[in-house]
């Protein structure tokens, strides 16, 4: 880490945005007065200009019963109707709101009148099978347009998506269908992955089986199945439902019903430093107004002209506030792609922007590192010389990485947007604003206008500039988390105890203010890894090692890797009654598959490695730091506060 701080503080390239990209920039540098003198006027003001309110509100902001905040709260909207039927009635419904392209080579235009019709017939089905207000429903799906259609059609009959990354296994996804009680699944037969169908429905399949002596009262009454990947699947007459055969077929008239604006409108479940994933809680007007806000000035979105693409999957918050409620709200047009980057051949994201002209284009560090590995000739053997904005999202982005995104894909003129956020925050909360902000390689910079961010010390005194520290907001934003489904008390303890006395909402990230003030990220201070820019915890993946049979006690760390950023190491003691009949021989490839298979293949860790002791405080606290040196194959750093001084070295022989 020191090292990278290191290299980062020699970082001292600008990039001001060019004249010409200031003069049509949505965004002109007297906002951020405008949002410091009264923010909560300034949010008022922006939701009303970008929302369409059903009941405008009166209220702001509700912070009498802090952390718990109310924004706009006597307000009344409906999502959907924001993200659609306003833009048809205003004479857009021939717009394209996605050009999707399927991983086979199919493509599909969904133009904003298209994409109304089925939201609002599929928003009867749902009706018809007994949903309504309140009522949860998980999405297990492909990158697809139906995808999209489910998240909206749930939040226009006022109930509440939990969307369930694809990628996830059948055991994590029964977790989330039963943390929140869910009533209804919708999922594919299959999507397209890496040229082969990736089967979707039987992971539901054995999610909702296999309940006995678990504990857990099924609730899933329904399973709503689109046809996409053709695969065989096993049938439950009376429970699953296939898309094809009831959405067409339904009645395209569907009014919608406005809801209060604190109105849930979904979870989303994310890692944090326990073994259970937390069930984020997001609401209604607060939500969309700063997706749609960031959406519009972060990436100067002028929607009657450019074609924007954000390759996260629906699956993660960015998926949720990039792809579909900030986009849709602002009316923009879109690429939707269902596949990976590989597919047929290293270029296919290249082949995409080139095909439809994307103008904005939103993607995360670790693939553009990727496409570095590979090599610039394969993006500069395409045309990319429309795009004009570059955004990158999820983990930090190294310089080197940043300073090729801008050369190879944006022609050495395309604005950067390296943009902070996090699934409870979101929205971005911290990030250049494209034609004000002069960039600078490797930094989120400043808080967007009306949020309160800053570093501070562990008693909660912001440091100085060239100072580095925890990452903290210190004033309530529309888009925050409003709990975690089920559990207040994690919430506050989770985010809220660390500064209780000051009020500040604390991340969990460290940074640096460097001498202009501008924010550097540098990681979790926190038991949680970034992979990929996915986020997941050590004790998540460290309690489903130990529930192998072969497994007595697992550690495991987030070490730097040159693509992922970070990478899962695990270390494990094997049980001696385990070894007394089995050997240890090809298991530390097995629990890396089983990892897989337990939580999804984006945890599985990259090294296994089986040990005799871990390195342990007297009062039995693991020391993760040490490890971390070992598997970034430093020496090993002070070994003091060990009960045991001698392990280290056992250990550092073992993974030789
Ligand atoms: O550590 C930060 C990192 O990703 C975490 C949030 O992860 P998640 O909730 O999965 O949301 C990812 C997409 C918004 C943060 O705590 N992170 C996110 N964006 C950046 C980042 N780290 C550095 N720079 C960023 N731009």
Known sequence: MSSQIDHLLNENREFPPSPEFAAHAVAKPEIYERAAADPEAFWAEQSRELLTWAKPFTEVLDWSNPPFAKWFADGELNLAYNCLDRHVEAGNGDRVAFHFEGEPGDTRTVTYSDLTDEVKRLANVLEGLG??????????????????????????????????????????????????GAKLVITADGGWRKGKVSPLKPAVDQALADRDGKGVQATVENVLVVRRGENDVDWIEGRDVWYHDVVPQASAEHEAQAFPAESPAFILYTSGTTGNPKGILHTSGGYLTQAAFTHRNVFDLHPESDVYWCTADIGWITGHSYAVYGPLANGATQVLYEGTPEFPKPGRWWDVIEKYGVTIFYTAPTAIRGFMKQGREIPQARDLSSLRVLGSVGEPINPEAWMWYRDVVGAGTAPIVDTWWQTETGAIMISPLPGITAAKPGSAQVPLPGISATVVDEQGTPVDNDNGGLLVVTKPWPSMLRGIWGDPERFVDTYWKMFADKGFYFAGD??????????????????????????????????????????????????????????????????????RENSAAGLADELRKWVGTQIGPIARPRDVYVVSELPKTRSGKIMRRLLRDVAEGREVGDTQTLADTAVMSVISAQVK
Request: glycine share 10%.
């Open 510 to 579: 460290g940074a640096r203010l460097d001498e202009d003030g501008d924010v550097w990220l540098l990681g979790r201070v926190d038991d949680v890894m970034n992979v990929s820019g996915h986020r997941l915890s050590t004790a998540e993946i460290e309690s489903s090692l130990v529930a192998h049979e072969a497994t007595a006690e697992a550690a495991v760390v987030g070490a730097s890797d040159e693509t992922t950023g970070q990478a899962v190491v695990a270390f494990v003691i094997l049980k001696e009654s385990f070894l």
């Open 131 to 180: 949903i309504g207000k309140g009522d949860r429903v998980a999405l297990y799906l492909p990158m697809i347009p139906e995808a999209v259609a489910a998240m909206l059609a749930v939040v226009r009959i006022g109930a509440i998506h939990s969307v369930v990354f694809g990628g996830f296994s059948a055991d994590s996804l029964r977790a989330r269908i039963d943390d929140a």
